[in-house]
């Protein structure tokens, strides 16, 4: 687990006096401006924040320091991120994305499957991609109880339990 997690991204520019696009990665989109100061991901730089109007995917947000379109800019893609302990403890099944990127994933008779690289979100619901071993794909599992019924983050592992056909074959014959 990381001493920092990231709560949203800078998408761009929005006016020309300075403002970001931001877009929010709070359960609660809002939530953004609460955590506060936000912090790069190397923790060089900081920003107080504070939200304007919601524009598409996100809100118009003036970050302190960022004075023109120019500087807004530049900022394009900056992941913006707050320590740990500032953010509510998960719920019960509810999970930090950083807290599974690097678990082992095994099937339910415990055979490795492979290691969590990211978490993908989809309109749909969110979905483990999967690093397999000696290959150059990944596969997309749905994170659902069903197809993900244990994630211990104490062993660091995750059951899954997805249909025949879902993963690639890893037989050689």
Do not use: W
Not at 27 to 56: H, N
């Amino acid at each position: 687990m990381t001493d920092l997690i990231c709560i949203g991204a800078v998408a761009g520019a929005y006016g020309t006096r300075g403002e970001v696009r931001l877009k929010s990665f709070c359960a609660e989109p809002s939530d953004i401006a609460a955590y506060g100061p936000l912090l790069t991901e190397d923790g060089a730089r900081s920003f107080d924040l504070s939200l304007g109007v919601q524009v598409k995917n996100g809100f118009a947000a003036r970050l302190s320091g960022i004075r023109t379109r120019a500087e807004a800019e530049a900022l394009r893609g900056l992941r913006l991120h707050v320590p740990r302990d500032r953010l509510p403890e998960p719920e019960e099944d509810e999970f930090y994305h950083v807290d599974l990127i690097g678990l082992t994933v095994v099937d339910t008779g415990g055979s490795p499957i492979g290691t969590v690289s990211a978490v993908v979100e989809q309109g749909g619901g969110e979905l483990l991609e999967i690093a397999l071993p000696g290959r150059a794909e990944a596969a997309l599992v749905p994170f659902t109880r069903a197809m993900v019924p244990t994630v211990d983050l104490a062993s660091g592992r995750i059951v899954a339990d997805p249909p025949d056909g879902l993963l690639p074959d890893t037989d050689d014959g």
